[in-house]
């Protein structure tokens, strides 16, 4: 009687789990292994239910006293349990946005798991092995698949896989309970029970940490939309004024040199207007990809508004920092960019400012840094400036005209671009 009512618990607690996954589809659709991880507890709901009605047609007898009716409802409760694993294992799988089988695997694997238990229709034992090794297996592979997701490794994803493990021992320990005895009645020994509420407890703890891997990976997401600029891929100007925090307080505390860049693609206007804006959108696309490449780690890389891009570079004296961004000027400009009739070589203009012990915000050494940039792009483009004034003191004047006493140090790369760009150089525009 307790192993029927501890089904019974098992069944009614795998249906409540299994709509609280599916109506978390319902609110997140594209988080397929949650449909998935819903039906699968669903099948396994119904195999429990089919236990229980196959133990109260059972009553007290066993064996070759069995009558075939209950005996065919274990049988089938057995296939049903067994597919919904199966498609449990395919859920984590979709999950983690990875490559499944297709779901006509699940019934088709649920009716020859049916039919393996003929042979042993009245040896409960087989039943208990079959079931029990089958669980264990796919538990396996759910174990495995948690393991691989090394980009969302967590304490959850710990926990859910401390879960399988725990019903991977149960499962295992009643399979081995039975090997010496065939004939004996499912129900009858304690590992039977334990394995059942063992079972109740871990299905509750692995459906609550998929529900929380959603939810972060949800909150991750909108973090990212957030913070990340949709077209470029790059931090944007939002996520670089949090990102920063930190650099500009190791400046105050230690004193470590950092300098900031401002890159503008030259005549971007004038790209957008010949080409249209997709082009303009490939090569904002195209600089971004490739200033991830070029650039350092700990480099801070962002999309500042429209052409303009910005990097903060750590432990970077002005000649390290001019060195960096000229680097990735002269890759840039090698790079083709595919038009209407050929390719397109596009340059950028940099300005660049440093503080090596304390600076008052951010918004300081922008300027200074807008202000050089000003300066390359007046002096000609495809150039990098440095606001040597930046150095000491942050320079914050206007850039209506140049005024001798703001010192920049100019860096000519156009003798870099053996084919020049498609765009008239001499143009005056953004």
């Known amino acids: 009687m307790i192993f029927q009512t501890l089904f019974f618990v098992l069944f009614t607690t795998l249906l409540i789990q299994a709509a609280a996954l599916l109506q978390s589809w319902r609110q997140n659709p594209d988080e397929v292994g949650l449909r998935d991880w819903g039906m699968s507890e669903a099948l396994m709901a119904a195999g429990s239910l089919l236990v229980v009605l196959g133990l109260y047609l059972t009553g007290d007898s066993s064996g070759t006293d069995t009558p075939f009716l209950a005996l065919l409802i274990r049988n089938v409760a057995a296939g049903v349990a067994s597919s919904g694993w199966l498609l449990a294992w395919l859920g984590i ?17 649920g009716v020859v798991f049916t039919l393996m238990m003929v042979p042993g229709t009245h040896l409960p034992g087989w039943r208990i092995a079959a ?26 994803t710990h926990i ?21 005895d065939l004939h004996r009645a499912s129900g009858t020994a304690i590992i039977d029970q334990m394995c059942i509420y063992t079972s109740i407890v871990m299905s509750l703890v692995f459906t609550y940490s998929l529900i929380l891997l959603t939810n972060q990976r949800i909150h991750q997401r909108l973090r990212d939309q957030a913070y990340i600029d949709p077209l ?3 931090l944007n100007r939002r996520a670089f004024f949090e990102a920063s925090k930190p650099m500009l307080a190791a400046l105050q505390r230690h004193g470590i040199s950092l300098a900031v860049g401002i890159m503008d693609i030259d005549h971007f206007k004038r790209i957008n207007d010949s080409y249209g804006h997709a082009v303009g959108d490939q090569v904002l696309t195209q600089f971004a990809n490739l200033a991830r490449e070029v650039l350092r780690d700990s480099d801070l890389f962002a999309r500042y508004g429209g052409e303009e891009f910005v990097i903060l570079l750590q432990h970077s004296n002005p000649d390290q920092a001019t060195q960096a961004i000229d680097h990735l000027r002269e890759a840039w400009a090698r790079q083709d960019i595919a038009v209407a009739g050929g390719m397109l070589r596009v340059t950028f203009s940099a300005g660049i400012s440093h503080a090596c012990h304390s600076v008052r915000t951010l918004d300081d050494l922008l300027k200074a840094a807008d202000y050089a940039l000003y300066q390359a792009k007046n002096a000609g483009r495809n150039r990098t400036v440095v606001n040597e004034d930046s150095v000491y003191g942050v320079s914050t004047e206007g850039a209506g005209t140049l005024p001798s ?26």
């Open 160 to 180: 859910a896989g401390s879960a399988m493990v725990m019903v991977i021992v149960s499962w295992l320990l009643r399979a081995l309970s039975v090997i010496k």
């Open 405 to 430: 006493e703001i010192k920049g140090r100019h860096r000519n790369g156009t003798d870099l671009l053996p084919r020049q760009t498609t765009v008239a150089a001499g143009s005056s525009e953004a």
């Open 93 to 109: 799988r979709r999950f983690y946005h990875r490559q499944a089988f297709s779901y006509w695997l699940v019934p088709a694997y």
């Open 131 to 156: 079931t029990s090794l089958s669980i264990c297996v796919f538990s396996a592979f759910i174990i495995w698949e948690l393991n691989r997701a090394k980009t969302e490794r967590n304490l959850v």
């Open 232 to 234: 470029t891929g790059a």
